[in-house]
């Protein structure tokens, strides 16, 4: 079982970057593919990026793609989203999370059972 806490969340103008954390305890972190989703206010919740366990596979939504970067150091049980040419549209909670049943990585909410609280992101235009 492993727990998903981000951070790095913030306030940023259009154009800029900004880099998400997700530390997650528990053991055999390597066990569980990772995954960001994001929920704009009035918006259903939206697949980002998520990456095998090994980090060798790697998916990202097409409005992401070419300007997010899903990345992972099982040594640290950490996983980051390098977000950079960020969009107004970008503005979401980003969260977390994590799927036990399978390394492989998914870009459905439904595959993953483990989920972090969530962390601001606000892009100025």
């Known amino acids: 079982q492993v727990q998903p806490v981000e951070s790095g969340g913030d306030l940023v103008q259009a154009g800029g970057s900004l880099r998400l954390s997700c530390a997650a305890s528990g053991r055999t972190f390597s066990n569980y593919a990772m995954a960001w989703f994001r929920q704009a206010p009035g918006k259903e919740r939206e697949f980002v990026a998520s990456?095998?366990?090994?980090?060798?596979?790697?998916y990202y939504a097409a409005s992401v793609k070419g300007r997010f970067a899903i990345s992972r150091d099982n040594a640290k049980n950490t996983v980051i989203l390098q977000m950079n040419s960020l969009k107004p549209e970008d503005t979401a909670v980003y969260s977390c999370?994590?799927?036990?049943?399978?390394?492989?990585?998914?870009?459905?909410?439904?595959?993953?059972?483990?989920w972090g609280q969530g962390t601001h992101v606000t892009v100025s235009s």
């Open positions: 990456i095998r366990g090994n980090g060798v596979i790697k």
């Open positions: 999370a994590a799927r036990s049943v399978s390394s492989a990585p998914s870009c459905r909410p439904s595959a993953y059972n483990y």
